[in-house]
């Protein structure tokens, strides 16, 4: 197995004559988070679509266990790079029905539903529920169980939590980190909030302007930023903290 997962060579996307992102390297490690800030419109929603094909690169190349991903083929890719969107959409159906989505359309052995909600927190008596019937929060859940069910390797999060209210936003980033812990999932993790990118970051890639600008450990870059760009977004952010 490759110890990186996810490598990004000069990667760019251009829609229409805009270029939205440009000249993206970075190297995640096998189970290692990364937290994707920065300000609004910066492309960090657009970069985490490129890195499973939602949208195709126009330049560069990303790799993923050492593999261009136009090698893979495109439902291989997705199974082994999930992704969990900031509204969780559920299907027509039970909360079971929602689960097992992802492994009855690849025609895959089906698993115990119930142990996947376990996973994340929700106990196995939902499992019969209309999944219109539950919270924000445990919608969110039955969404990255979903997910889960195709055992992926990377995990990219498109700010899961933004939606949820504080208490539900605390829960389901416990649980993504209990995910974590117990299957060294690796985790693009796109978050406006700092205090969570602080949390959950091994990894900080800070974009502006479909630009990669500064891109490290956590530790050093939240605390020592290179650039002006990262020290004003930090001040700014702590700023709104406050
Ligand atoms: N298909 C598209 N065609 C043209 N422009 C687009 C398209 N999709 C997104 N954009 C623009 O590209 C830029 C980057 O968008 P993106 O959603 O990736 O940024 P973001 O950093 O995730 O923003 P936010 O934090 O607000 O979600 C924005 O200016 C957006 O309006």
């Not at 000069?10 to 490690?29: E, F, I, M, P, R």
């Not at 990377?154 to 812990?181: F, G, P, Q, Y």
């Not at 299957?183 to 800070?206: G, N, S």
Request: hydrophobic residues 45%; aromatic residues 4%.
């Amino acid at each position: 197995m490759n110890e990186v997962a996810i490598h990004m060579a000069d990667v760019g996307y251009q829609s229409g004559d805009k270029w939205l992102l440009q000249g993206v390297t970075a190297t995640l490690a096998r189970g290692r988070t990364a937290a994707v800030i920065g300000p609004s419109g910066a492309g960090k929603s657009t970069l985490l679509s490129l890195c499973n094909l939602l949208r195709t690169p126009t330049a560069g190349r990303i790799e993923v266990d050492g593999q261009d991903i136009r090698d893979w083929p495109v439902q291989r890719l997705r199974q082994k790079v999930g992704m969990v969107f900031q509204a969780a959409t559920m299907f027509p159906g039970s909360v079971e029905d929602n689960v097992l989505f992802g492994l009855k359309l690849h025609n895959r052995p089906l698993t115990d539903a119930g142990r996947l909600l376990e996973l994340v927190d929700l106990p196995r008596e939902l499992l019969t529920k209309p999944a219109s019937d539950l919270s924000g929060g445990q919608q969110q859940r039955v969404a990255l169980a979903r997910t889960l069910a195709m055992e992926p390797e990377v995990l990219l999060l498109d700010e899961v939590t933004s939606a949820l209210d504080v208490h539900a936003k605390r829960e389901v980033e416990e649980t993504l980190l209990e995910i974590r812990s117990r299957l060294h999932t690796t985790m693009l993790w796109v978050t406006h909030d700092l205090r969570q990118a602080r949390r959950v970051a091994d990894d900080i890639w800070f974009l502006t302007a479909g630009r990669l600008v500064e891109d490290g450990p956590a530790e050093r870059l939240l605390v020592e930023p290179a650039t002006a760009e990262l020290r004003s977004f930090l001040a700014q952010a702590e700023e709104g903290e406050a």
